[in-house]
């Protein structure tokens, strides 16, 4: 997110005198990182719109300009977070473009898993309580996901039988490491997802390689741990 | 697999019993068929209400208004919403799994018993998509204790899954993420339909629900060929 421009970068900053639209995009953010922050906390179910404002230090009537009820705030607060994720595991993809793509979507889950862990509230709310926050959120979870997919489909040509996987091979791949990274997020062991990397590799490249190597994508991932 | 199911065929009471033999009963016997079959039909209404309208926006009073019961015949059973719900998820997952039971219970080969159950499994969808959503997309909406109960489920069906292990060979044997990674990619496949409001072709994902089925345990050549049975 872009900083404000101001004539003077040494000046002390005054709140009073920051044009309203810095005021209202910063208030927005606070908004929004404290959507993360107490829906990871108490679970979207129980949070309130005065626990929002109350943590974000913001008014009511801000809220309410901004975005209305708490799903809006929670959808808006999703996508900004996934967009990290997704700019996260895409870097890392494209950094490892020299390898094959087994390596090259390791790499990609490597990054994936290395953030989650570090931040425990972007991976609760992100993985868990959006499948508690309606419709819509479920929706906007399974679109987010699907922009992993164009690194997923490189496995079909990788193969050498495109025409033979099934047309749902990246939706199953996906599901299978989601449902274990959710599984483990639950459980509070977010923290440690780095420990089920392996299995994720071999949830993820199996349906495109087959057992044998994704096994022994596993076991290389298993030794470098 | 099997005892469970038995069990949920027990527990799912899809009424039988000839009239006779209700007649023969005492009335406390007969006032608790009554009320077991209001709550089974109020379990119903609330599953489907739930997926027609989503968990959130159910109310005691929608499942009233299709089940055409009282008020007091829902607080007779349950103490509230969230308590319906879960009986509900319990009653429905029980009739999936007994679906899915009868369905495989005339193949001897573990292939063949996953190919008749997941096909069953399918049709079901296909015939009543309200009661899959109820049962699979708006459970994630119900709390910790529905979502236990869905990882249970998940849990046996990997566990049915990972019988494969008995037929294939020691060497081919995959890691023991295998099965848990077959159920949750169908799962998410299947959700992901249901939630986009798909109300038919269910049955037609057989062919590559098998392949990924197949393929950890018997390799490519195995599941491409199972796949292309299924389709036949």
């Given amino acids: 997110m872009d900083s404000p421009s101001t004539s003077n970068p040494e000046a002390p900053l005054d709140r009073h005198e920051l044009p309203r639209a810095y005021s209202v995009r910063t208030e927005r953010e606070r908004l929004m990182e404290a959507m993360v922050r107490v829906s990871a906390a108490k679970g979207y179910e129980a949070t309130t719109v005065d626990d929002i404002v109350e943590y974000a230090g913001a008014t009511r009537e801000t809220f309410d300009e901004l975005y209305g009820d708490k799903e809006t705030c929670f959808l808006e607060a999703y996508e900004a977070v996934f967009d990290v994720l997704v700019a996260h595991v895409t870097a890392a993809f494209e950094a490892a473009s020299a390898s094959a793509w087994p390596e090259q979507t390791e790499a990609g889950l490597r990054a994936l898993v290395e953030l989650l862990a570090m931040e425990a509230d972007i991976a609760r709310m992100a993985m868990v309580e959006v499948t508690a926050a309606g419709d819509d959120a479920r929706e906007r979870y399974r679109a987010m996901f699907s922009r992993f997919t164009p690194f997923l489909e490189k496995g079909r040509t990788y193969s050498g039988q495109d025409a033979e996987l099934p047309a749902d091979t990246a939706r199953f791949a996906i599901g299978g490491a989601t449902s274990m990274i959710f599984d483990e997020v639950r459980a509070g062991r977010g923290p440690e997802l780095k420990r089920i990397l392996p299995d994720l590799v071999f949830a993820v490249l199996m349906p495109y390689l087959g057992p044998e190597a994704a096994e022994d994508e596993m076991r290389r991932v298993t030794r470098e741990a | ?232």
């Fill in chain 2, 1 to 232: 697999m099997g005892r469970q199911a038995a069990t949920n065929v027990r527990a799912g009471a899809e009424g039988t019993g000839s009239v006779r033999e209700v007649q023969a009963l005492s009335p406390s016997r007969k006032l608790e068929l009554v009320n077991s079959s209001k709550r089974e039909k109020i379990l119903e209404g609330m599953l489907e209400a739930v997926g027609a309208e989503g968990y959130d926006a159910t109310s005691v009073r929608t499942v009233l208004a299709r089940t055409g019961l009282y008020r007091q015949a829902f607080y007779d059973h349950f103490a509230d919403k969230e308590a319906c719900y879960l009986a509900a998820l319990e009653m429905g997952i029980g009739r999936l799994e007994a679906t899915m039971a009868r369905a495989a219970a005339s193949e001897e080969s573990w292939r063949g018993r996953l190919r008749a159950g997941l096909g069953a499994l399918l049709d079901r969808l296909d015939a009543e998509p309200d009661f899959g959503r109820g049962v699979i997309v708006e459970v994630h909406a119900a709390g910790p204790q529905a979502l236990a109960r869905r990882a249970e489920a998940l849990k046996r069906a990997a566990d049915f899954i990972d019988l494969a292990r008995l037929d294939a060979g020691e060497s081919e044997s995959p890691p023991q993420i295998a099965p848990e990674g077959i159920v949750a990619g169908i799962h998410a496949i299947v959700h992901s339909r249901l939630s986009t409001g798909a109300t038919e072709g269910f049955r037609a994902l057989l062919p590559e629900f098998m392949y990924f089925a197949v393929l950890p345990y018997f390799g490519a050549d195995a599941a491409g060929a199972e796949m292309q049975a299924a389709r036949a």
